[in-house]
């Protein structure tokens, strides 16, 4: 079992306190991963998953419902001594590294990053889908998080959040997201670059089609590159 001294290791505890705040608040349910590097990156990159799900063969329900979730996913997915093996991680760190990363080579990429999940209550299981008010509720959390973490640039893992964007809450506002790309990737077209307004941040944003399965990473990493080259170098290995 992952102990919180060995996550410590690689991750940043400095915004702790206003997430704890948050949390208490109801207005996230749990922390986001942030690298110990991240805050002072050359670009700050926040990833946005898209849900976390109930994995009942495992029985992670009362993990779930502890504040360090998130952490904890990604600390299985990037330190050596606890690496188990997921499409999506894998994905998605060879598309943002450039590289397929070995066991020993993960925790370099996220010590880097900071990630979370957009919808802050867990799927049944991995083929839910989110509701209309999940999505509602999530752009308020995300209006919460990059409130408190400050990116540079968002990358969007996954195309769900930003395709429900009908009932956005107060003060979230959205804009460049049309006209899509016209070269097909994945069976799906890329968004162009596009700018998130909060009640108090403005955040350029990019996604890449979700990485679990039929992911062509070299070809989404080929869309963050011209979109956001600065993110791409920071994170490059």
């Known amino acids: 079992m992952i102990t919180y001294s060995e996550i410590k290791l690689y991750q940043s505890n400095l915004f702790d306190t206003q ?10 349910t749990w922390y986001p991963w942030v690298g110990k590097k991240y805050p002072n990156a050359a670009c700050k990159v926040l990833v946005v998953l898209e849900s976390h799900y109930i994995n009942w063969e495992r029985t992670n329900i009362e993990a779930l419902e502890k504040p360090d979730f998130t952490r904890r996913v990604v600390a299985e997915q990037s330190l ?11 994905n998605l760190s060879s598309c943002l590294s450039g590289q397929r990363l070995t066991p020993e080579q993960a925790h370099l990429l996220w010590e880097q990053a900071a990630l979370y999940n957009f ?10 889908r989110p509701t209309e008010q999940d999505w509602t509720e999530g752009w ?3 209006g919460v998080t990059v409130d408190i973490l400050r990116p540079d640039v968002c990358i969007f893992a996954g195309f769900g959040a930003i395709s429900n964007t009908k009932a956005l809450p107060a003060g979230i506002q959205i804009t460049g997201l049309t006209p899509w790309e016209q070269e097909e990737i994945n069976g799906t077209y890329p968004r162009p670059c596009f700018t998130i307004q909060t009640p108090n941040y403005t955040v350029k944003g990019s996604a890449v089609k979700h990485p679990g399965s039929f992911f062509s990473t070299d070809k989404w990493r080929a869309v ?3 979109q956001l080259p600065q993110a791409v170098k920071t994170l490059s290995m």
């Open 19 to 28: 997430f704890a705040a948050a949390c208490k608040a109801g207005q996230i």
């Open 80 to 90: 050596p001594q606890h690496h188990w093996n997921s499409n999506t991680f894998n």
């Open 119 to 128: 919808v802050q209550r867990p799927m049944d299981n991995p083929d839910a």
């Open 140 to 142: 308020k959390a995300f």
């Open 224 to 226: 963050l590159q011209r």
